[in-house]
């Protein structure tokens, strides 16, 4: 089965081709919308949902013309139908069901975050069920326990601030170009190491939930309180990156105890983050486990990863009605 993946959540426009006889990924396209919001300082969803109309049918010709197919050759569509900005999803939902239709194949809704879980099926080597994923994104801060296809257990989550969120704004309030967190990482590779120092939220705490909107006041605080220069902005990224890297470190050590699992997948976008890659190679050694991340250009919304969940619910028989809801919010326990 050749599967046509759509992915409009957000400010991305992506496309993937997953072929389940090859069980290998065709080929790939995305839009970044980063230019069209960067002056408003984030995404505006109507000037959003415009652009993913005007990207879609431009993005799926090249991805046909670079894979070498036709239209005809398609046996089946996935898209994001949630969560995400409703008008975006709606536009993606209704453009994989109008081509659906006309090609009388089947269409199947996929959740947003189920992709992340599984982008590292993409890799080789790819990791074996079951395992334990630590999903962040600028919306989304969760442990999973993945024991298998569309069988998920949420370990932990975040109660207020997700991890992405957390890096966009400590960079706003620093004033840092948008897109504000791989500002502040870039940053953070400039800062001296016990300057500032700020606290581990909730590991005090047991289980596995996150909260992040302390520390992002704690770091407020301090900038307010300094001379606010060049290095000092350095020196406050560097300490606030090493918090969230260590906070998530210690939280993914208990799911990984509560799991016995040996297996860690790290995902979104978040996940592409340089440091917390090497903390979790280091914090793998150590701890005898196998880790696996996505490709960087995996990490972020992308349509490849789409495009492999819709393949294998797809090939196992899933397929959606004649109408397809875009869901706002959606929790992945609801799957």
């Known amino acids: 089965m050749k599967i046509l993946g759509i992915e409009t959540s957000c400010d991305e426009t992506a496309l993937g081709l997953f072929d389940t006889e090859k069980n290998s990924l065709l080929g790939h396209e995305l839009f970044s919308q980063i230019k069209l919001h960067a002056e408003y300082g984030g995404v505006v969803p109507e000037l959003a949902s415009r652009d993913h109309v005007r990207k879609l049918g431009i993005l799926l010709s090249n991805l046909l013309e ?43 809704g996929v959740h947003h975050m189920e992709g992340h879980l599984l982008a590292p099926m993409l890799e080789t080597p790819a990791p074996a069920y079951p395992f334990v994923a630590l999903l962040v994104s600028g919306g989304h801060t969760l442990l999973v326990h993945v024991k298998n296809l569309g069988d998920y257990q949420i370990l932990g989550e975040s109660i207020d601030d997700a991890v992405g969120e957390a890096f966009d704004k400590t960079a706003k309030l620093m ?15 400039l800062g001296r190491p016990g300057i500032f120092k700020f606290t581990r939220p909730m590991i005090d705490r047991p289980g596995c939930d996150f909260s992040f909107s302390g520390l992002k ?23 606030f990156q090493e918090a969230v890297i260590d906070t998530l470190s210690i939280k993914i050590n208990r799911a990984m105890d509560l799991t016995q699992s040996k297996n860690l997948v790290l995902a979104g976008g978040v996940a592409a983050n340089i440091k917390l890659r090497e903390k979790m190679k280091d914090l793998s050694l150590r701890k005898k486990w196998s880790v696996f991340f996505p490709r960087s250009e995996f990490c972020t919304d992308n349509g490849a990863m789409i ?29």
């Open 307 to 335: 495009a492999y969940v819709g393949a294998m619910r797809l090939e196992r028989g899933e397929k959606s009605g004649t109408e397809i809801s875009a869901q706002s919010r959606w929790s992945l326990s609801e799957i």
């Open 217 to 239: 006041t704690q770091v407020l605080t301090s900038y307010k309180n300094s001379d606010q220069t060049g290095q000092t902005k350095a020196d406050i990224a560097y300490a």
């Open 175 to 189: 004033g840092l170009p948008y897109p504000g967190g791989p500002e502040l990482a870039k940053l953070a590779e």
């Open 66 to 108: 670079k894979s070498n197919l036709k239209l005809q050759d398609l046996d089946g569509i996935a898209v994001t139908r949630g969560p995400g900005l409703v008008g975006a999803l709606m536009v993606g939902v209704s453009f994989a069901q109008g081509l659906a239709l006309s090609l009388n194949i089947p269409v199947l």
